[in-house]
């Protein structure tokens, strides 16, 4: 095998060649980027249900989303929105990629999908019509709408992909853990093509009132939703929940050339990790998150040197934000403040389990563009988070090398090394 087909450690590289995006920004990919630089916020008031009686009144909801426009309508009744999020910007994945829907060598194509919940919300729903009409009401399709591990289902059926099929579930690090594990798919030669991503679609009155009682939601900015997530800012109180889904389409190196395909990225390496602390706080040592990094780095066959972008983390909680902090610091020395690092959740808020595949759609346009996004409202610095997190303003840069940090419930952490593609290997 030529040797440029090959990574730093002797493997297959693993390249992005389509991405789709459904977002509080925008829907699609191009919308979202555009938005997310502008500085428009996609966070408002709860449209979703009535937010009155609660402490938090405002999400990142999706703007605008028809499922029919994307699917069939008979289809799209029996998925839930986490399903229908998914298929859509899956669908955009493969017109990006210059794909045909039904993949060629559907043998040697997968799929590995994540969410933090799924489709549970229409668990409520037909719950609340069993109660009400008894169990003859109840949807026949209630139980698949609501399984985890239907947006990969729904993705494979759509593009025909008939090799491994998986679904991460691991809270707020799933979406960027997906992507890792369907590069290591490719890397041991398994499949020359995935379909990676995460979702979450759960603007509901349970996840609020959830998480409110968790007192992790922002409460005091209902009345300047575009001001609530702020991370790293002194003043900020809390998360913003909000929905969404990312799918990147990964190919081995070679395959895609020799497809003649459009290269926009490489997956360098990946790593998880387990804080074994806390079911929500982090470890205050931040020992899990400092793992994370370095087996990512390591993986890769680099080092903290070659890291010139961080896209954090960065929920706007005190905790998360602060022990973020302190890991970069940990790991990079001295370094760490040389670093640019930004937290796109300030554009539109936490989407959970897609948060770590759209951030990671974000990093790779900021890799290939050559430009940084902002992390908007931070306003008031906070002695305990003294980096440099590209304050109110995208900034241009030539980087090549960047971390994707996720952070999730649990103690589960994610990390992937994306890269500029080309890195003087090719």
Same mark, same amino acid.
């Given at each position: 095998?030529?040797?440029?087909?090959?990574?730093?450690?002797?493997?297959?590289?693993?390249?992005?060649?389509?991405?789709?995006?459904?977002?509080?920004? !925008?829907?699609?990919?191009?919308?979202?980027?555009?938005?997310?630089?502008?500085?428009?916020?996609?966070?408002? +008031?709860?449209?979703?249900?009535?937010?009155?009686?609660?402490?938090?009144?405002?999400?990142?909801?999706?703007?605008?989303? *028809?499922?029919?426009?994307?699917?069939?309508?008979?289809?799209?009744?029996?998925?839930?929105?986490?399903s229908q999020l998914?298929?859509?910007?899956?669908?955009?994945?493969?017109?990006?990629?210059?794909? +045909?829907?039904?993949?060629?060598?559907?043998?040697?194509? &997968?799929?590995?999908?994540?969410?933090? *919940?799924?489709?549970?919300?229409?668990?409520?729903?037909?719950?609340?019509?069993?109660? /009400?009409? &008894?169990?003859?009401?109840?949807?026949?399709?209630?139980?698949?709408?609501? %399984?985890?591990?239907?947006?990969? =289902?729904? *993705?494979?059926?759509?593009? &025909?992909?008939?090799? +491994?099929?998986?679904?991460?579930?691991a809270a707020c690090?799933?979406?960027?853990?997906?992507?890792?594990?369907?590069?290591?798919?490719?890397?041991?030669?398994?499949?020359?093509?995935?379909?990676?991503? $995460?979702?979450?679609? %759960?603007? =509901?009155?349970?996840?609020?009132?959830?998480?409110?009682a968790m007192r992790? %939601?922002?409460?005091?900015?209902?009345?300047? +939703?575009?001001?609530?997530?702020?991370?790293?800012?002194?003043?900020?109180?809390?998360?913003?929940?909000?929905?969404?889904? !990312? *799918?990147?389409?990964?190919?081995?190196?070679?395959?895609?050339?020799?497809?003649?395909?459009?290269?926009?990225?490489?997956?360098?390496?990946?790593? #998880?990790? #387990?804080?074994?602390?806390?079911?929500?706080?982090?470890?205050?040592? /931040?020992?899990?998150?400092?793992?994370?990094?370095?087996?990512?780095?390591?993986? /890769?066959?680099?080092?903290?040197?070659?890291? #010139?972008?961080?896209?954090?983390?960065?929920?706007?909680?005190?905790?998360?934000?602060?022990?973020?902090?302190? /890991?970069?610091?940990? %790991?990079?020395?001295?370094?760490?403040?040389?670093?640019?690092?930004?937290?796109?959740?300030?554009?539109?808020? =936490?989407?959970?389990?897609?948060?770590?595949?759209?951030?990671?759609?974000?990093?790779?346009?900021?890799?290939?563009?050559?430009?940084?996004?902002?992390?908007?409202?931070?306003?008031?610095?906070?002695?305990?988070?003294?980096?440099?997190?590209?304050?109110?303003?995208?900034?241009?840069?030539?980087?090549?090398?960047?971390?994707?940090?996720?952070?999730?419930?649990?103690?589960?952490?994610?990390?992937?090394?994306? $890269?500029?593609? $080309?890195?003087?290997?090719?």
């Amino acid at each position: 095998m030529n040797e440029k087909l090959l990574d730093a450690r002797g493997r297959p590289r693993v390249v992005i060649t389509g991405m789709g995006m459904i977002s509080p920004l !925008g829907l699609s990919v191009e919308e979202s980027w555009a938005n997310l630089l502008a500085g428009v916020s996609g966070i408002g +008031p709860i449209t979703q249900f009535d937010a009155g009686d609660f402490a938090t009144r405002i999400a990142g909801e999706v703007k605008g989303f *028809v499922a029919r426009d994307h699917m069939d309508f008979k289809e799209a009744r029996r998925m839930s929105r986490a399903s229908q999020l998914t298929v859509a910007a899956a669908r955009m994945a493969l017109a990006d990629a210059g794909l +045909p829907e039904q993949v060629p060598d559907a043998e040697r194509a &997968g799929v590995h999908i994540g969410t933090a *919940v799924g489709g549970i919300e229409r668990a409520f729903e037909e719950m609340d019509t069993f109660r /009400a009409r &008894g169990a003859r009401a109840v949807n026949p399709f209630a139980m698949t709408m609501f %399984l985890a591990n239907m947006p990969s =289902h729904h *993705v494979s059926l759509l593009t &025909g992909a008939t090799g +491994p099929i998986g679904t991460t579930v691991a809270a707020c690090a799933t979406g960027t853990q997906t992507i890792g594990e369907a590069a290591e798919t490719i890397r041991r030669g398994a499949a020359d093509m995935m379909f990676a991503g $995460g979702v979450e679609g %759960l603007i =509901h009155e349970a996840a609020i009132a959830g998480f409110g009682a968790m007192r992790a %939601l922002s409460t005091h900015y209902n009345d300047a +939703p575009e001001r609530a997530s702020r991370p790293f800012d002194k003043d900020r109180d809390g998360f913003i929940l909000a929905e969404g889904a !990312g *799918v990147v389409v990964l190919e081995r190196l070679e395959t895609a050339l020799a497809r003649g395909a459009r290269i926009l990225g490489e997956v360098l390496g990946h790593a #998880s990790s #387990s804080d074994a602390y806390h079911v929500a706080a982090p470890d205050p040592e /931040a020992k899990g998150a400092i793992r994370a990094m370095q087996w990512a780095l390591d993986d /890769a066959g680099l080092t903290t040197a070659d890291v #010139s972008y961080i896209n954090a983390h960065g929920t706007s909680t005190p905790i998360n934000d602060a022990t973020e902090t302190l /890991a970069i610091k940990r %790991l990079f020395g001295e370094r760490a403040y040389e670093l640019p690092i930004s937290s796109t959740k300030s554009s539109m808020g =936490h989407a959970m389990g897609g948060a770590g595949t759209i951030e990671s759609i974000f990093t790779t346009l900021a890799l290939s563009h050559g430009i940084i996004p902002a992390t908007w409202n931070y306003e008031t610095p906070d002695p305990e988070c003294d980096l440099d997190y590209v304050p109110n303003a995208p900034r241009p840069a030539a980087i090549r090398v960047a971390l994707k940090n996720s952070f999730g419930l649990g103690g589960q952490n994610a990390c992937l090394v994306l $890269g500029k593609y $080309g890195n003087g290997r090719n």
